[in-house]
T-cell receptor, first 116, second 109 residues
Framework: GAVVSQHPSRVICKSGTSVKIECRSL??????MFWYRQFPKKSLMLMAT?????????EQGVEKDKFLINHASLTLSTLTVTSAHPEDSSFYIC????????????FGPGTRLTVT | QKEVEQNSGPLSVPEGAIASLNCTYS??????FFWYRQYSGKSPELIMS????GDKEDGRFTAQLNKASQYVSLLIRDSQPSDSATYLC?????????FGKGTMLLVSP
């Protein structure tokens, strides 16, 4: 149980284009989904928290107009990196919590974004 | 500012030994504590959660929590080369997790 998927697993895009990453909870309803970014050999950095049907809460320093988050249902959240630049190249990972209230987060397999 | 501190390592242990990973946290109201394992190039995988003082055992893993000392640890018994990974300590007060930077564990055959 508690399986989270992400799509795509790997994407290469040109500078200036937008990329959408999907995060799905496959066997549970996720009250909250999280988006993280991880640069090589660095720790996980929380970008934003999203709850179904409401606006995402972004961490300090994360541009909400650049990283658009939509949490349309209890099983799907999307992250769109708009006008991507090479410095946005990173490993993007989503996670989700169940409705159990114990705050366990289950991570998706991640999406490796390369902007050329 | 909530902080979670871990020794970055690497912690090197021989196969079959006990690996001991430690973590301290700053926020006294923290309620939930987790250990994640992350292999290089992969996403974190939840391996243990602990919510009350004391020990919690699951197979070769034992998590220990001491809220008075604001200290969490993870013991891995009979360490295997496949346990070589970065171990992330995570602490939650409410809905978000604060992660430590992780301790790299190397288990040599």
């Amino acid at each position: 149980g508690a399986v989270v998927s992400q799509h795509p697993s790997r994407v290469i895009c040109k500078s200036g284009t937008s990329v959408k990453i999907e995060c799905r909870s496959l066997d549970f309803q996720a009250t909250t989904m999280f988006w993280y970014r991880q640069f090589p050999k660095k720790s996980l950095m929380l970008m934003a928290t999203s709850n179904e049907g409401s606006k995402a809460t972004y961490e300090q320093g994360v541009e909400k107009d650049k990283f658009l988050i939509n949490h349309a249902s209890l099983t799907l959240s999307t992250l769109t990196v708009t006008s991507a630049h090479p410095e946005d190249s990173s490993f993007y990972i989503c996670s989700a919590t169940t409705t159990s209230g114990n705050y366990e987060q289950y991570f998706g397999p991640g999406t490796r974004l390369t902007v050329t | 500012q909530k902080e979670v501190e871990q020794n970055s390592g690497p912690l090197s242990v021989p196969e079959g030994a006990i690996a001991s990973l430690n973590c301290t946290y700053s926020d006294r109201v923290s309620q939930s504590f987790f250990w994640y394992r992350q292999y290089s190039g992969k996403s974190p995988e939840l391996i243990m959660s602990i919510y009350s003082n004391g020990d919690k055992e699951d197979g070769r893993f034992t998590a220990q929590l001491n809220k008075a000392s604001q200290y969490v640890s993870l013991l891995i018994r009979d360490s295997q080369p496949s346990d070589s990974a970065t171990y992330l300590c995570a602490v939650s007060g409410y809905s978000t997790l604060t992660f430590g930077k992780g301790t790299m564990l190397l288990v040599s055959p």
